[in-house]
């Protein structure tokens, strides 16, 4: 059994294998959150965990309750306006303009299993799994407003997942102001809050900030998770390292305008929010109606950051990625975006593909400019037709091409915008996302569709559909490079323009749910000007994600480190590109550019067919590589050693190790080289402290303990007698662990 509840029906325990989220009916009926953390015993009640004392200069709930000062109590799905003044988990507002609500606790339903959410992703499991999920019934009788939070318990996981329903069964017309998925009131403030920021090309970069009084938050405003800031963050005790310590983690399966807050309040609890941003968000609920809000992702570690990041990584492979997809092996894929850009021909591209096929490669990717008459960035997006002067013989002709190479074929697509040159805004001018008497804002020359709107929907599901099937594809790229501006749609009425961020991910949701339902073979990949859409909500689509535009090693190691957190190799989709590379103008070694795409979704994004002799037989060497170990790389237990964020940033190292522990690969990289340095050992981690291993096929036989606790002596000056295309800066090397 994952919940216990009490004989009295008023405390719920939710247990997963190593911890217990608690909560309670209050006095008042409301409900109270009691406890988030390392697992304890299941009781009857939890008196303890319940205390309260009454303070001074407080609102009370009545006269006679004067020490039930909702201030002061942790709370599970706190309303605003009676008593409470931290941030509320939601707000209505009713037809008289009052904004005040108290949910009352009715009943529960516990079931087996775990159903999806309809118009969302969202986590499933299957009773066969012990999931259990437990709804509470709350309602605000005054305003005739049911309120339901769904909790769905994943033991072997340790998650937690949530999410809550509105329904309006009264007459009076309700406007939501917030609804939030999920909050959790912890009862001291002694965390940090670990987040993943940054910027196009620079994404997830992990940031520590201390907890102090007051709300610290991040979020997104740019319809997109964004690159700016990711949904995932963390709480984690400050002396939790990767290895030890509590740590909490929170993500949302959303791809939108998101909030994560955190605030602490004058008696140092922390309350944590997590859903759509309240900002720029409303919601008409009219009678009968409902409105459900994205699931939220709870989980907790007693043992540290790396113990949170694999849990939380194995349940996405097991309860959100399509089953299709999930724990089956990507194909190693050659992209032409940076070898032409859109600069190509049939002939290009299948020079390209013929190469790619005698290296091992498996998918050949055709990019952006293969439509309307696209030969820079200004024009044709919405005019999913080929480009006959590109392409003379359609696509057909191509893909059968490759086909017959042997590779797969996968085609990127823009789906959600519009160029102003296109056929499609002759004919639709009206479908493109603009505010009224203002000229509209371009980002990178584009614009957005209104995907609002069905029949926008339905006009690109029909083009992507013909190109689908004229091509037999493999695989879809769905890129989206610009965020929302001019906010307005023609196809919402005044008193609904706040719904429009929310309503155009349902749109995106829609097209993929469809897209997927009729091409269910097709694997996506999903991209945002590299990892500006990397959430759980795009996840459970495209089981794989574009992490960066930045594609120099040494920026990557960066990237792929912070992505590591929150989300599993699986989904990080990793390339080897040119040198000097294209953002950073760094030269690093083709043998360096591999050791760090390994750990991930292998590629290749560069002119392959221009390559000296010795670098194409360095491909074919990584690709057979990779292919031998891909399983580990892709789905191994990930374990991050040194942190690039960490000390004076010049090292970092991570590895994968296979579910038996038979086999692991780790990778140190060193960003500048330092002269006559100290004596290093590298210390792997996850290994089994029994069995005996060689390391790079040593004659030598070493114990897992003593490889995890004594370490493993690094030879440096191997290291520089190898100097790598005139510099031994940028360097890397790789350690395969074997069983002996
Ligand atoms: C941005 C993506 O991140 C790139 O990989 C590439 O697909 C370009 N868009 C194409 O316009």
Same mark, same amino acid.
């Given at each position: 059994?994952?919940?216990?509840?009490?004989?009295?029906?008023?405390?719920?325990?939710?247990?997963?294998?190593?911890?217990?989220?608690?909560?309670?009916?209050?006095?008042?009926?409301?409900?109270?959150?009691?406890?988030?953390?390392?697992?304890?015993?299941?009781?009857?009640?939890?008196?303890?965990?319940?205390?309260?004392?009454?303070?001074?200069?407080?609102?009370?709930?009545?006269?006679?309750?004067?020490?039930?000062?909702?201030?002061?109590?942790?709370?599970?799905?706190?309303?605003?306006?009676?008593?409470?003044?931290?941030?509320?988990?939601?707000?209505?507002?009713?037809?008289?303009?009052?904004?005040?609500?108290?949910?009352?606790?009715?009943?529960?339903?516990?079931?087996?299993?775990?159903?999806?959410?309809?118009?969302?992703?969202?986590?499933?499991?299957?009773?066969?799994?012990?999931?259990?999920?437990?709804?509470?019934?709350?309602?605000?009788?005054?305003?005739?407003?049911?309120?339901?939070?769904?909790?769905?318990?994943?033991?072997?996981?340790?998650?937690?997942?949530?999410?809550?329903?509105?329904?309006?069964?009264?007459?009076?017309?309700?406007?939501?102001?917030?609804?939030?998925?999920?909050?959790?009131?912890?009862?001291?403030?002694?965390?940090?809050?670990?987040?993943?920021?940054?910027?196009?090309?620079?994404?997830?970069?992990?940031?520590?900030?201390?907890?102090?009084?007051?709300?610290?938050?991040?979020?997104?405003?740019?319809?997109?998770?964004?690159?700016?800031?990711?949904?995932?963050?963390?709480?984690?005790?400050?002396?939790?390292?990767?290895?030890?310590?509590?740590?909490?983690?929170?993500?949302?399966?959303?791809?939108?305008?998101?909030?994560?807050?955190?605030?602490?309040?004058?008696?140092?609890?922390?309350?944590?929010?997590?859903?759509?941003?309240?900002?720029?968000?409303?919601?008409?609920?009219?009678?009968?109606?409902?409105?459900?809000?994205?699931?939220?992702?709870?989980?907790?570690?007693?043992?540290?950051?790396?113990?949170?990041?694999?849990?939380?990584?194995?349940?996405?492979?097991?309860?959100?990625?399509?089953?299709?997809?999930?724990?089956?092996?990507?194909?190693?894929?050659?992209?032409?975006?940076?070898?032409?850009?859109?600069?190509?021909?049939?002939?290009?591209?299948?020079?390209?593909?013929?190469?790619?096929?005698?290296?091992?490669?498996?998918?050949?990717?055709?990019?952006?400019?293969?439509?309307?008459?696209?030969?820079?960035?200004?024009?044709?997006?919405?005019?999913?037709?080929?480009?006959?002067?590109?392409?003379?013989?359609?696509?057909?002709?191509?893909?059968?091409?490759?086909?017959?190479?042997?590779?797969?074929?996968?085609?990127?697509?823009?789906?959600?915008?519009?160029?102003?040159?296109?056929?499609?805004?002759?004919?639709?001018?009206?479908?493109?996302?603009?505010?009224?008497?203002?000229?509209?804002?371009?980002?990178?020359?584009?614009?957005?569709?209104?995907?609002?709107?069905?029949?926008?929907?339905?006009?690109?599901?029909?083009?992507?559909?013909?190109?689908?099937?004229? =091509?037999?594809?493999?695989?879809?790229?769905? +890129?989206?490079?610009? *965020?929302? !501006?001019?906010?307005?749609? /023609?196809?919402? @009425? %005044?008193?609904?323009?706040?719904?429009?961020?929310?309503?155009?991910?349902?749109?995106?949701?829609?097209?993929?749910?469809?897209?997927?339902?009729?091409?269910?073979?097709?694997?996506?990949?999903?991209?945002?000007?590299?990892?500006?859409?990397?959430?759980?909500?795009?996840?459970?689509?495209?089981?794989?994600?574009?992490?960066?535009?930045?594609?120099?090693?040494?920026?990557?190691?960066?990237?792929?480190?912070?992505?590591?957190?929150?989300?599993?190799? =699986?989904?990080?989709?990793?390339?080897?590109? +040119?040198?000097?590379? *294209?953002? !950073?103008?760094?030269?690093? /070694?083709?043998? @360096? %550019?591999?050791?760090?795409?390994?750990?991930?979704?292998?590629?290749?994004?560069?002119?392959?067919?221009?390559?000296?002799?010795?670098?194409?037989?360095?491909?074919?060497?990584?690709?057979?590589?990779?292919?031998?170990?891909?399983?580990?790389?892709?789905?191994?237990?990930?374990?991050?050693?040194?942190?690039?964020?960490?000390?004076?940033?010049?090292?970092?190292?991570?590895?994968?190790?296979?579910?038996?522990?038979?086999?692991?690969?780790?990778?140190?990289?060193?960003?500048?080289?330092?002269?006559?340095?100290?004596?290093?050992?590298?210390?792997?981690?996850?290994?089994?402290?029994?069995?005996?291993?060689?390391?790079?096929?040593?004659?030598?036989?070493?114990?897992?303990?003593?490889?995890?606790?004594?370490?493993?002596?690094?030879?440096?000056?191997?290291?520089?007698?190898?100097?790598?295309?005139?510099?031994?800066?940028?360097?890397?090397?790789?350690?395969?662990?074997?069983?002996?």
């Amino acid at each position: 059994m994952s919940v216990n509840i009490s004989e009295d029906g008023k405390f719920f325990h939710l247990r997963t294998k190593h911890s217990s989220y608690i909560f309670n009916v209050m006095e008042n009926g409301e409900l109270g959150q009691l406890y988030f953390g390392k697992r304890i015993h299941s009781q009857n009640s939890y008196g303890n965990l319940a205390k309260k004392e009454r303070r001074e200069a407080m609102v009370s709930w009545t006269t006679t309750a004067d020490d039930f000062q909702p201030d002061n109590l942790k709370q599970e799905y706190a309303s605003f306006g009676k008593g409470d003044f931290r941030d509320p988990a939601y707000q209505v507002t009713a037809e008289n303009g009052s904004r005040i609500s108290e949910l009352h606790y009715e009943s529960y339903q516990l079931e087996k299993g775990k159903n999806r959410l309809s118009d969302l992703p969202s986590a499933f499991g299957k009773a066969s799994d012990d999931v259990e999920t437990l709804e509470i019934f709350l309602r605000d009788s005054l305003l005739d407003l049911k309120v339901i939070l769904k909790y769905s318990v994943f033991p072997n996981e340790d998650v937690i997942t949530k999410s809550v329903e509105f329904i309006n069964l009264g007459q009076q017309h309700l406007n939501l102001n917030r609804a939030l998925s999920s909050q959790l009131d912890l009862p001291d403030d002694q965390y940090d809050l670990i987040s993943f920021s940054g910027s196009w090309a620079r994404e997830r970069h992990e940031v520590v900030d201390r907890l102090k009084s007051g709300v610290q938050s991040i979020s997104s405003l740019r319809t997109a998770s964004s690159h700016q800031h990711n949904p995932f963050v963390m709480l984690a005790r400050p002396d939790a390292t990767e290895d030890q310590g509590d740590v909490f983690g929170f993500n949302l399966i959303y791809s939108g305008n998101f909030l994560d807050q955190v605030e602490v309040s004058s008696y140092s609890s922390t309350r944590v929010l997590q859903g759509i941003n309240p900002e720029e968000f409303a919601w008409e609920v009219k009678p009968d109606d409902h409105f459900q809000t994205p699931e939220a992702v709870l989980s907790f570690s007693g043992q540290g950051k790396n113990q949170l990041s694999q849990q939380m990584g194995d349940f996405y492979e097991k309860h959100l990625v399509n089953p299709r997809f999930a724990n089956q092996q990507r194909p190693v894929l050659v992209n032409n975006w940076e070898a032409t850009y859109f600069d190509f021909d049939e002939n290009k591209l299948i020079a390209i593909a013929k190469k790619a096929a005698e290296l091992g490669i498996e998918l050949f990717v055709l990019d952006d400019g293969w439509f309307g008459h696209r030969d820079d960035d200004t024009s044709s997006l919405g005019d999913w037709f080929v480009d006959q002067n590109k392409l003379p013989q359609g696509l057909a002709h191509l893909s059968n091409q490759v086909h017959q190479l042997g590779l797969k074929f996968g085609l990127w697509f823009e789906p959600e915008m519009i160029s102003i040159d296109s056929k499609l805004y002759e004919q639709h001018p009206e479908w493109m996302i603009a505010t009224p008497g203002r000229t509209p804002t371009p980002g990178r020359n584009q614009f957005v569709l209104d995907f609002t709107r069905d029949e926008v929907i339905d006009y690109i599901f029909d083009m992507m559909s013909a190109r689908i099937e004229e =091509s037999k594809l493999d695989y879809i790229k769905w +890129d989206m490079n610009r *965020y929302i !501006t001019d906010m307005f749609s /023609s196809n919402l @009425s %005044r008193s609904n323009q706040l719904e429009m961020s929310h309503r155009y991910i349902l749109g995106v949701y829609k097209l993929y749910q469809r897209l997927i339902d009729r091409f269910p073979e097709v694997l996506f990949e999903s991209c945002a000007s590299g990892g500006g859409r990397f959430d759980l909500g795009l996840m459970y689509y495209a089981p794989q994600a574009w992490t960066s535009d930045d594609t120099d090693a040494v920026e990557r190691i960066l990237i792929q480190y912070g992505t590591s957190y929150g989300y599993p190799l =699986s989904m990080i989709g990793a390339h080897v590109s +040119d040198v000097p590379n *294209y953002q !950073t103008g760094r030269v690093t /070694s083709f043998a @360096s %550019r591999g050791q760090v795409a390994y750990f991930g979704d292998l590629g290749y994004e560069l002119d392959i067919t221009k390559l000296s002799e010795k670098d194409q037989s360095e491909i074919q060497k990584q690709v057979a590589f990779y292919k031998k170990y891909r399983q580990i790389f892709q789905f191994g237990n990930f374990y991050r050693l040194q942190s690039p964020f960490a000390g004076d940033h010049n090292v970092a190292s991570w590895m994968v190790v296979n579910q038996d522990k038979t086999t692991a690969i780790a990778a140190r990289y060193q960003i500048l080289n330092r002269p006559n340095p100290s004596y290093l050992r590298i210390y792997f981690k996850g290994l089994d402290a029994a069995k005996a291993y060689r390391v790079n096929n040593s004659e030598e036989i070493f114990y897992g303990d003593e490889l995890m606790n004594a370490g493993f002596f690094v030879d440096q000056i191997l290291n520089i007698n190898q100097p790598i295309q005139g510099s031994a800066d940028f360097s890397s090397q790789l350690f395969v662990i074997t069983e002996a």
